[in-house]
């Protein structure tokens, strides 16, 4: 059986972890952006309706 450095593939303990970090990090700028947004969009509701007399917006329907 051929090595994998010989059929041009790269190798499994340098290509792998990389990848792998790659992901966990988009993946943690994933998250980061999603507590971002619904700090954002708590904000946002509580200024909303902060200026609609007795409108309160139901977190079922968001």
């Known amino acids: 059986m051929p090595s994998l ?3 041009g593939c790269p190798q499994p303990e340098s290509f792998l972890p990389k ?3 790659e992901c966990i990090a988009n993946y ?3 998250l980061l ?3 971002t947004l619904r700090s954002e ?3 946002f509701r509580a200024d909303y ?4 007399d007795g409108y309160k917006i ?3 329907t968001v």
């Open 33 to 35: 952006d999603a507590k």
């Open 58 to 60: 139901d977190d079922a």
């Open 49 to 52: 309706e902060s200026k609609v």
């Open 19 to 21: 990848k792998l970090n």
């Open 5 to 7: 450095a010989l059929t």
């Open 41 to 43: 969009m708590d904000a």
């Open 28 to 30: 943690e700028q994933c």
